[in-house]
């Protein structure tokens, strides 16, 4: 019996005919789902935060809820980045100006009870920023609010120099920074879901806080309901625009 030969070509073509095949577009980055945050966290008041101290459980979930976040902005901030790649990037070229805002997502500067982090703005000398943070972990061995170079944050790992998105005028860029730098000396503020306090301040809070004293908003509609403010709570969402990484 003799069997006519076939090509593979010809099958696959046959088959493809019975069994139709769909294309399916790979995405180029999986960005992870904003996460939602704790229900209670949501709930918080400027009285209510006077007197809150966390449980054990709510810090961890408060934690757990940090590292998700962090998760979907690097992964957004490196999709955006992308697309930049793609075309010029005349902002990379832009110096550090008064009321620009730094933030790292790698190092703890003390507030890691709400999320991993820091952050800080710069001032209206150029060269220096304003940082709050705890003595134990001052580059400089102060408590609170106190000045540092603007050089520093270049060789800080996943560090962001950024700005916010719109709606601020030169103006508010120097009344941010001169906001900030009025804060100098004030102590650190442990209550970290107290963001409202003027008369004491953490990292992400001064920053945030120098900013709303513009009436320029850095928190997305979720966020801005909670009584704590994370660095990577700064980046999250169309708020910020990122002018640099280092």
């Known amino acids: 019996m003799r069997f006519k030969q076939t090509s593979f070509l010809a099958v696959t073509i046959a088959v493809s005919c019975v069994f139709p095949v769909t294309a399916h577009a790979v995405p180029a980055t999986t960005i992870p789902e904003e996460p939602t945050p704790p229900a209670w966290a949501m709930e918080m008041t400027p009285e209510k935060a006077e007197t809150f101290e966390p449980t054990a459980a709510q810090t961890a979930e408060m934690q757990e809820y940090d590292r998700k976040l962090v998760a979907?902005?690097?992964?957004?901030?490196?999709?955006?980045?992308?697309?930049?790649?793609?075309?010029?990037?005349?902002?990379?070229?832009?110096?550090?100006?008064?009321?620009?805002?730094?933030?790292?997502?790698?190092?703890?500067?003390?507030?890691?009870?709400?999320?991993?982090?820091?952050?800080?703005?710069?001032?209206?000398?150029?060269?220096?920023?304003?940082?709050?943070?705890?003595?134990?972990?001052?580059?400089?061995?102060?408590?609170?609010?106190?000045?540092?170079?603007t050089a520093e944050w270049k060789k800080r790992k996943k560090s962001m120099r950024a700005r916010p998105n719109d709606g601020a005028t030169p103006s508010n860029y120097f009344k941010a920074g001169k906001y900030a730098e009025s804060k100098e000396g004030k102590p650190y503020n442990w209550k970290f879901h107290s963001k409202w306090r003027n008369d004491a301040f953490y990292c992400s809070q001064l920053v945030w806080r120098s900013w709303k004293e513009q009436k320029v908003e850095l928190l997305g509609a979720v966020q801005s309901k909670m009584g704590a403010v994370s660095p990577a709570m700064l980046l999250n969402g169309n708020k910020a625009k990122i002018l640099q990484r280092y």
């Not at 110096?95 to 730094?102: A, S």
């Open 72 to 149: 979907h902005v690097m992964a957004t901030i490196e999709e955006d980045f992308k697309k930049r790649d793609q075309g010029p990037q005349p902002s990379a070229n832009e110096k550090p100006t008064v009321g620009q805002f730094f933030v790292s997502l790698q190092i703890n500067s003390g507030s890691s009870a709400i999320g991993v982090g820091h952050a800080a703005i710069i001032s209206t000398n150029p060269s220096q920023t304003m940082e709050a943070y705890p003595k134990k972990y001052s580059p400089i061995g102060k408590e609170g609010v106190q000045k540092l170079s």
